[in-house]
């Protein structure tokens, strides 16, 4: 059963640093790996989306990786800002029942 | 391009009755999945609709359903509501759906029992 966990629950940074977010996964049988974002009071916004034959995908200051041998994906954030806080959320697909297993979240703010 | 609409915001139940939440995909889009948010489990994939068909279901019992039209307006349906079934309820669309490509979120239903 595939289980995703994202390390740490939450974290807060100052402006101008760069980060990285944890996504870990139990299975490796993916078809893909997913990242959003989560704003208070609003949906989810899909940010990146990594193939598993892919290594990484990147959009604007993010990228995101994927290692399926070792179960483990990271967002990079370049140059964090302010409106970059929000939750974090990754989700592994399935490649056989197509369904998205997610982790927890992790909780980001930065600090002006 | 109007997003992924959801109705109602906001709705608050007692147990024992039922609730009706509506979805509507973005134009075009053929697939609408539903998925519920809570504190304690997080996000869990309810279930999935393609072309008015359910194409895949998560592990909800047989309380939760959902149909969709024609117009790819999708509904879900929770009958003798129970205390656990508080959440946030967020319905995402996408031209083919099966979770391949890029979903697009509707802001969610947020339903509270009593």
């Known amino acids: 059963k595939q289980e995703v966990t994202q390390i740490p629950a939450a974290l807060s940074v100052p402006e101008g640093e760069n980060l990285v977010l944890n996504c870990s996964f139990t299975?490796?049988?993916?078809?893909?790996l997913q990242w959003f974002r989560q704003d208070p009071g609003k949906g989810l916004t899909s940010l990146l989306l990594i193939q598993s034959s892919q290594r990484e995908q990147t959009s604007g200051r993010l990228n995101a990786s994927l290692d399926k041998s070792s179960g483990r994906s990271t967002l990079y954030i370049a140059a964090s800002q302010p409106g970059d806080s929000a939750t974090y959320l990754c989700?592994?697909?399935?490649?056989?029942?197509?369904?998205?297993?997610w982790g927890a979240g992790t909780k980001l703010i930065i600090k002006p | 391009k109007a997003g992924v609409t959801q109705t109602p915001r906001y709705l608050i139940k007692t147990r024992g009755q039922q609730v009706t939440l509506s979805c509507s995909p973005i134009s075009g889009h053929r697939s609408v999945s539903w998925y519920q948010q809570t504190p304690g489990q997080g996000l869990q994939f309810l279930f999935e609709y393609f072309s008015e068909t359910q194409r895949n279901k998560g592990n909800f019992p047989g309380r939760f359903s959902g149909r969709q039209f024609s117009n790819s307006r999708s509904e879900m349906n929770v009958s003798t509501l129970e205390l656990g079934d508080s959440a946030l309820y967020l319905c995402?669309?996408?031209?083919?759906?099966?979770?391949?490509?890029?979903?697009?979120f509707g802001p969610g239903t947020r339903l509270l029992v009593l």
């Open positions: 299975d490796s049988a993916i078809y893909n």
């Open positions: 989700a592994a697909l399935g490649d056989s029942n197509y369904q998205l297993i």
């Open positions: 995402a669309s996408s031209w083919a759906g099966g979770g391949q490509e890029t979903q697009y």
